[in-house]
C-alpha cells in the first residue's frame, strides 16, 4: 500500500498579533489597532494546512506546560491533526509577537521555549510515523541537531524530506544534501548562498548555485514578488494571485502545506506552482495564521 501521511517535525508557539498602522520608534508607546491570539509556530502552521488539505498528517513537538499548551493541542486536534507525539515540557510554550502593519508587511519576535526541548530520542520514539509517512517536513526553529537526526531518519524510510530553512542558519552540508526540496527566502536564500538576494533577478542568479543542496527541487519565495521553482532545468516564476492582503502571518507555511498536498497527489511543478500560490494567497486575506490556511473545499471555490 503506498504511504500518503505527512509527518512535520517542527516548532509550536502561540502567536500575539497586533494589526497596527505603524511599528513604535524607540521609548515610544504605540496603541495596536486590534489584537489577535492564535496557534503559531513555523511546524505547527504547515501541518496545520497539510490537515486542512485533507492530508494525513501527523506533528512531532513540544509544548510548555502552561496554559497555552493544552489549548494549542485542541487547536491542532480541532483541525484534524493527529498530535499523539506533541509531548509537553517543564517550561513554556513557545510565544510569537507579531506586529502587522496595515499594508501587510510584518516583523515578529519569538521565544524558543519548549520548542527546544525536543531532542534526538523524542524522534526515535516518533520512528513509526517515519515507516508509514510518504513525506517529512522539517524547519529550524528546533535544536539543529534534531533536524539533522530527522532527515537521516526520514531517509532511511525513504520519506521525501522538504526543509524550510527558516530561520536562516547553520546546517551540516552532509544534511543539506539529503533533503529533496529545499525551500527558503530571500533572506535565507541570501544567507545560504552568501551573496545578496533581494530581487527575482538575482534569486534566478542563485539558483544553480543553491541547487547543489536539494536532490528534487529549489524553490525561492519572494514575497509579493511571487515565488520560483527550479529543478535543475527550468525556472518557473509564479506571482500571488490578487487578493486584499490583511495580515501575511503564515502565508510561507501555508505555501509549503500547499507545496506537500501537489506533491503527494503527483501535480507536475507547474500545478504545483499555482496551486501554492492560491492556497498562499487565500491566507493572507485573514488574520492569524492557521484560523487564516484555506481547506480545500475553500480553494476549490
Known amino acids: 500500500m503506498e504511504k500518503n501521511a505527512v509527518t512535520i517535525v517542527g516548532s509550536i508557539n502561540y502567536d500575539i498579533i497586533f494589526k497596527q498602522k505603524r511599528l513604535p520608534v524607540i521609548g515610544e508607546t504605540f496603541t495596536a489597532d486590534s489584537v489577535a491570539f492564535t496557534g503559531g509556530g513555523k511546524g505547527a502552521n504547515q501541518a496545520v494546512q497539510c490537515a486542512k488539505l485533507g492530508l494525513e498528517t501527523y506533528m512531532v513537538g513540544k509544548v510548555g506546560n502552561d496554559n497555552f499548551g493544552p489549548e494549542l493541542l485542541s487547536k491542532m486536534e480541532n483541525y484534524g491533526l493527529n498530535v499523539d507525539y506533541v509531548e509537553t515540557a517543564h517550561t513554556n510554550t513557545g510565544i510569537g509577537v507579531v506586529n502587522a502593519i496595515e499594508d501587510g508587511r510584518l516583523v515578529a519576535t519569538i521565544s524558543k521555549g519548549a520548542n527546544y526541548s525536543l531532542t534526538c530520542e523524542d524522534i526515535e520514539k516518533a520512528e513509526g510515523l517515519f515507516e508509514k509517512s510518504r513525506m517529512v517536513i522539517l524547519q529550524l526553529e528546533i535544536p539543529k541537531e534534531v533536524v539533522e537526526y530527522s532527515i537521516q531518519k526520514a531517509k532511511e524510510h525513504s520519506c521525501y524530506v522538504i526543509l524550510n530553512a527558516a530561520p ?134
Open 168 to 301: 536562516a542558519s547553520e546546517i551540516d552540508e552532509e544534511f543539506l544534501r539529503m533533503v529533496d526540496c529545499l525551500v527558503v527566502n530571500e533572506t535565507e536564500a541570501s544567507f545560504y548562498a552568501g551573496e545578496t538576494v533581494s530581487t527575482v533577478e538575482e534569486a534566478e542568479k542563485v539558483c544553480e548555485k543553491l541547487f547543489q543542496y536539494p536532490d528534487d527541487l529549489l524553490i525561492i519565495t519572494l514575497g509579493e514578488k511571487g515565488s520560483l521553482l527550479y529543478d535543475g532545468e527550468r525556472k518557473v516564476r509564479f506571482l500571488p494571485k490578487k487578493v486584499d492582503v490583511i495580515e501575511t502571518t503564515g502565508a510561507g507555511d501555508s505555501y509549503i502545506g500547499a507545496l506537500a498536498y501537489a506533491l503527494i497527489n503527483k501535480m507536475s511543478y507547474d500545478e504545483m506552482g499555482e496551486f501554492a500560490s492560491l492556497v498562499s494567497s487565500r491566507t493572507v486575506t485573514k488574520v492569524g495564521a492557521q484560523e487564516a490556511m484555506p481547506t480545500l473545499a475553500e480553494v476549490k471555490e
